[in-house]
Each structure stands twice: as structure tokens, then as C-alpha cells.
């Protein structure tokens, strides 16, 4: 069975940073973090190919950064700069096609939470 496992979330002062992490049994083509705050749909964050490729969302360039360790099966989001508005539920996810579109990802974790104080 295929399981995802965020860590790393928590609460920090804007301008902090926090790296989160997540574990994974998923061998897929493309990994990403998305967020999900109350009331709104489920955005994605960034994206990275089994290759290495990166995708951002604009609001994140220049702050946050994607890596994967394919040894370790492992998935990370060092996030820096951060904004009050980047307050929400972060998850990781596992497809075959790295789009932007979160219906299209198979695996999911549970959501870590990121809370950031202005």
C-alpha cells in the first residue's frame, strides 16, 4: 500500500523559515507540495520531476524550494521568507504527469500544518 508522510510543519514568525519533509513508498514520475486553506481549493506549490525538473507557483519563487532524494524515496520543501498568507494545510502528492492540477495526482498525504504569524 502506498502511503505519504509529511513532517515538518508548525508555527513560525513571519519571516522564518521551516523545511518539511515527506516520506514516501510512491515510485512515481512526479512529486509536489500543494496547500489548502479553509474555504478555498487546493493549490499546488511546487512540483519536481523524477529527473530533477522544478516548477513553482509565482507566489513562492525566489522563497521556497523543492528537492527529492530518490534513494531515500524522500520529498522536501525548504520554505523561507515566509508570509502570513502562506498560512495553510501543506501536502505531498505523487502522479505520473507533473501538472498543477491536483485531481490528477494518485497519492496523497495526510497534511502538515504551516502557520506563520505576522
Known amino acids: 500500500q502506498v502511503q505519504l508522510v509529511e513532517s515538518g510543519g508548525g508555527s513560525v514568525q513571519a519571516g522564518g523559515s521551516l523545511r518539511l519533509s515527506c516520506q514516501t513508498s510512491a515510485y512515481t514520475y512526479c512529486m509536489g507540495w500543494f496547500r489548502q486553506t479553509p474555504g478555498k481549493e487546493r493549490e499546488g506549490v511546487a512540483l519536481?520531476?523524477?529527473?530533477?525538473?522544478?516548477f513553482y507557483a509565482d507566489f513562492v519563487k525566489g522563497r521556497f524550494t523543492i528537492s527529492r532524494d530518490n534513494a531515500k524515496n524522500a520529498l522536501y520543501l525548504q520554505m523561507n521568507i515566509l508570509k502570513a498568507e502562506d498560512t495553510a494545510v501543506y501536502y505531498c502528492a505523487a502522479g505520473d504527469d507533473c501538472t498543477w492540477r491536483p485531481q490528477r495526482y494518485t497519492y496523497w498525504g495526510q497534511g502538515t500544518q504551516v502557520t506563520v504569524s505576522s
Open positions: 519536481i520531476s523524477r529527473y530533477g525538473g522544478t
